[in-house]
């Protein structure tokens, strides 16, 4: 059976792990979840890691539906979440509306993401919760406020972790079925995975999360850069290169085809 944001509470429940990847295209997808995992995000990542953008902030509500479309093709049984683009949510909670609805009425996902959780975005979470729109919360380093908090590590000083608890707080208030924890310290991820009931989904947030998520492209070593709290499992980019210089060399040699 598919899963559902209902399942994804039970398995916090049940202290089952949740297992969440990023893809940006029918093959990806694909073979994400023909390998199990629970949960696939369309994030805003794939403007740095498949447009070429230097950040999250240049990709566009119509870039994110065309990836997003193109996901779900490859999907059968993961939850599938896209996120909200930087400028298609922030204006006013109706204009959250319009863009949540449009993701989901043009792509099939079933479910959104935003990013921060200060008093009106979490009033804009209940908005689209309450219009039956379900929304995963994101707090910690939220890469769409990049000028302003760069990439460093959130929530080291007492002030601000407690202020990143509180938004936690605010986002399950308001409905979100889950929060992704970004480069937060573990032991402030540990005090909001306890208090909360929904999951928490870690990202360079420790190990007492509800669940991990990677940029998958980080993940298959096919990023020149890695997060310092990412991991590769696999080099691809010296894989990729090595089978393109074989094929190149065979042709040149005409030994191909």
Not at 27 to 40: E, F, K, R, T
Not at 164 to 192: D, K, S, T, Y
Not at 193 to 212: F, N, R
Request: glycine share 8%; proline share 4%; net charge negative.
């Amino acid at each position: 059976m598919a899963v559902t944001v209902q399942q994804l509470i039970q398995y916090k429940q049940q202290g089952r792990s949740i297992i969440t990847l990023t893809a940006w295209d029918y093959a990806i997808a694909q073979l994400l979840d023909l390998a199990g995992v629970d949960m696939i995000l369309v994030g805003d990542s794939l403007a740095m890691v498949a447009l070429g953008y230097e950040t999250t902030l240049p990709i566009t509500l119509e870039e994110m539906i065309h990836h997003a479309k193109a996901v779900r093709r490859g999907v059968k049984q993961a939850l599938v979440v896209c996120d909200l683009p930087f400028l298609s949510y922030q204006e006013s909670p109706q204009q959250a509306m319009r863009s949540a609805g449009r993701i989901l009425k043009e792509t099939g996902v079933q479910a959104v993401k935003l990013e921060g959780g200060y008093p009106a975005i979490a009033q804009t979470v209940s908005y689209l919760v309450e219009a039956g729109i379900p929304v995963l919360g994101h707090v910690g380093l939220t890469p769409q406020s990049v000028h302003k908090l760069g990439y460093r590590k959130q929530g080291k000083s007492a002030e601000e972790g407690e202020r990143i608890f509180q938004e936690a707080i605010a986002l399950e208030a308001a409905g979100a079925f889950a929060i992704v924890l970004e480069h937060i310290p573990g032991e402030l991820a540990l005090r909001i995975t306890e208090k909360l009931s929904i999951p928490t989904i870690g990202i360079g947030a420790g190990v007492h999360c509800d669940g991990q998520v990677l940029v998958t492209a980080d993940m298959l070593g096919m990023t020149l850069k890695q997060p310092p709290f990412a991991k590769a499992y696999v080099n691809l980019q010296e894989i990729i290169s090595q089978a393109v210089q074989n094929y190149s060399n065979e042709v040149r040699e005409r030994k191909f085809p």
